[in-house]
């Protein structure tokens, strides 16, 4: 289980431009995400990764850019590159804020691959990654696939078209993707306190929030 004060250490590095800033920790979330999320399959009909698409919101976006970029242009993916390894190699503390399992097991991930870190014409910053499965998964049993910070530091929404894909799925597969119930009472009450105190609402409170996608194969 990783320690609040080690998300959160973690999570400025995670953010490591935003180290410097001197915006106060007021509330969770700090940082939003939108994801896109393709579940991708291998030989024998295995599911061997996921490439992950994340695109930041403007405050994010603008520390990561400040600086860079030449006369008012958006900063290109080789200004960006060494913020996108920063951020890859980072995530591996927070084993990528992704869940995959199977039943009650859960399964461990490679070092990430093809990452890059883009913006477009309004300097909203996107990073996109592969992070491989250290060992392909059937997927003949039900397989659950969960993108979220478990002290909700980041928010993570999926979008709201077509977040979650699967590439090169063997024929019949099926993918169900499950918004999460809304907050209890007693829920909501840890997250408005933690606005006002600046502390995480819980360790696992981000899985209360989370999206669950589930792919079944023949």
Known sequence: MI?????????WLFLAVMVSSSAPASAHPHVWVTAREQILFGPGGKIVGF??????????SAFATQGLGKN????????LAPLAKTNVESLKDFEYFTVAKTGPAYHKFGPPKDYELTADAKKIVTLSFTLPLKEPVSAKKPFVFMVYDPTYFVDFELAKDNPVTMKDAPSGCSLTTMRPDPLTETDTKK???SFFSGLSPGTDFGVKLATRSIVACP
């Open 3 to 11: 320690d609040k004060q080690k998300v959160l250490t973690g999570a």
């Open 72 to 79: 008012g242009r958006p900063p290109t993916r080789e200004e």
């Open 51 to 60: 490439r992950h698409v994340w695109t930041f919101d403007e405050m994010y």
């Open 191 to 193: 997250l408005n306190e």
